[in-house]
T-cell receptor
Framework: GAVVSQHPSWVICKSGTSVKIECRSL??????MFWYRQFPKQSLMLMATSNEGSKATYEQGVEKDKFLINHASLTLSTLTVTSAHPEDSSFYIC?????????????FGPGTRLTVL | GQQVMQIPQYQHVQEGEDFTTYCNSSTTLSNIQWYKQRPGGHPVFLIQLVKSGEVKKQKRLTFQFGEAKKNSSLHITATQTTDVGTYFCLSGAGSYQLTFGKGTKLSVIP
């Protein structure tokens, strides 16, 4: 149990276009999901905390109008990178925490590799 | 947000040697979690520590949380090639897990 999927696993897009990444908890409900960005050989950087039915909480320095997060159900959160530019190229990973777990482990998705040309 | 320092950044050990990675915070933490990320993979949860001075063991892995809840360590006894990967701590304050350490990349020489 506790599987998190991400779609797509990789995407290449042109500069100026928007890209949507989906994060799904397959066998559990997740009130809270997290979106991270990871640069090569570096640690994960928390971008935002996504809460089902409410607005996401963005970390300092992360543009909420550029990285749109929607958590419309207990099993799905989406991250949309709007007007993508080459500097947005990165590895985006989501994680989910079981509803009712409080401060518990996060289950990570396999990540999405975004390349903006 | 809070800052957590993780050292060392890299560690190369001969198979059978021990390995330790440390996470240190300037502020008191409510809890700390440890994750392992294999090359090309995603982080996988190992353990969560909540209590001051807590020590937990998983086979060859020993996790400690400092008395002041400002530091933590992960120790692997007699490393094996399957231990290869990057180990991250994730520090928490209150209800949120905010900060990953930079990670310690472990290489094991057979």
């Amino acid at each position: 149990g506790a599987v998190v999927s991400q779609h797509p696993s990789w995407v290449i897009c042109k500069s100026g276009t928007s890209v949507k990444i989906e994060c799904r908890s397959l066998d559990f409900q997740a009130t809270t999901m997290f979106w991270y960005r990871q640069f090569p050989k570096q640690s994960l950087m928390l971008m935002a905390t996504s809460n089902e039915g409410s607005k996401a909480t963005y970390e300092q320095g992360v543009e909420k109008d550029k990285f749109l997060i929607n958590h419309a159900s207990l099993t799905l959160s989406t991250l949309t990178v709007t007007s993508a530019h080459p500097e947005d190229s990165s590895f985006y990973i989501c994680s989910a925490r079981r509803t009712g777990q409080g401060v518990g482990e996060q289950f990570f998705g396999p990540g999405t590799r975004l390349t903006v040309l | 947000g809070q800052q957590v320092m993780q050292i060392p950044q890299y560690q190369h050990v001969q198979e059978g040697e021990d390995f330790t990675t440390y996470c240190n915070s300037s502020t008191t933490l409510s809890n700390i979690q440890w994750y392992k990320q294999r090359p090309g993979g995603h982080p996988v949860f190992l353990i969560q520590l909540v209590k001051s001075g807590e020590v937990k063991k998983q086979k060859r892995l020993t996790f400690q949380f400092g008395e002041a809840k400002k530091n933590s360590s992960l120790h692997i006894t007699a490393t094996q090639t399957t231990d290869v990967g990057t180990y991250f701590c994730l520090s928490g304050a209150g209800s949120y897990q905010l900060t990953f350490g930079k990670g310690t990349k472990l290489s094991v020489i057979p």
